[in-house]
Each structure stands twice: as structure tokens, then as C-alpha cells.
């Protein structure tokens, strides 16, 4: 069970890891929109890697979960914040 639960983390919370560094930067930078989008995407595949490699050297499972989810959270409100800040719909 520890180990479905180690790959569950690498699976699907590095994808939404990788997700939210995509959304992120998208809504922060001053660029393009489409170029922050191809910027960020590039970068996510690193992040992607390197949180299925995070998800099976944490000591528990449940520190694994928790060091991608927070991070993931915390994208995400400072997204939210950036659209916030800037008016975007």
C-alpha cells in the first residue's frame, strides 16, 4: 500500500504540480501570455521529474503527498492572486 500510494503521489500530485507551475507563471509575468505558457511548459517537465523523485525519496507517504500538494497550493493562490491584481477575467 505504501508504494500505490508513493506512485499515486508521483502520478497524479506531480502532474498538478507541474499543472500549477504552468498556471503560475502565466498569470505573474509581464510577458506574453503565450510566451510565459511556452516558458513555464518547458520548465514543467523538469518539475514534473524531479516530484516523481520527491514523491519516492520522502520518508513517509503522506510527506510526500504533503511536499506536493503544498507547493501546489501555493501556485495556485498566487495565481489567483496574480489574476486578482490584474483584472483578468
Not at 517537465?45 to 525519496?57: N, P, Q, R, V
Not at 520522502?58 to 510527506?63: K, V
Given at each position: 500500500?505504501?508504494?500505490?500510494s508513493?506512485?499515486?503521489?508521483?502520478?497524479?500530485g506531480g502532474?498538478?504540480?507541474?499543472s500549477?507551475?504552468?498556471?503560475?507563471?502565466?498569470?505573474l509575468?509581464?510577458?506574453?501570455?503565450?510566451?510565459?505558457v511556452?516558458?513555464?511548459?518547458?520548465?514543467s517537465?523538469?518539475i514534473y521529474?524531479?516530484?516523481?523523485?520527491?514523491?519516492?525519496?520522502?520518508?513517509?507517504?503522506?510527506?510526500?503527498?504533503?511536499?506536493?500538494?503544498?507547493?501546489?497550493?501555493?501556485?495556485?493562490?498566487?495565481?489567483?492572486?496574480?489574476?486578482?491584481?490584474?483584472?483578468?477575467?
Amino acid at each position: 500500500m505504501r508504494i500505490a500510494s508513493r506512485a499515486g503521489a508521483a502520478i497524479l500530485g506531480g502532474y498538478l504540480l507541474a499543472s500549477a507551475s504552468i498556471v503560475a507563471p502565466a498569470a505573474l509575468l509581464p510577458a506574453l501570455r503565450a510566451e510565459a505558457v511556452m516558458t513555464a511548459s518547458l520548465f514543467s517537465y523538469a518539475i514534473y521529474t524531479g516530484a516523481a523523485l520527491w514523491a519516492f525519496a520522502a520518508r513517509t507517504p503522506g510527506r510526500a503527498w504533503l511536499g506536493l500538494l503544498a507547493p501546489t497550493a501555493v501556485l495556485l493562490l498566487a495565481a489567483g492572486a496574480g489574476h486578482w491584481m490584474q483584472g483578468r477575467p
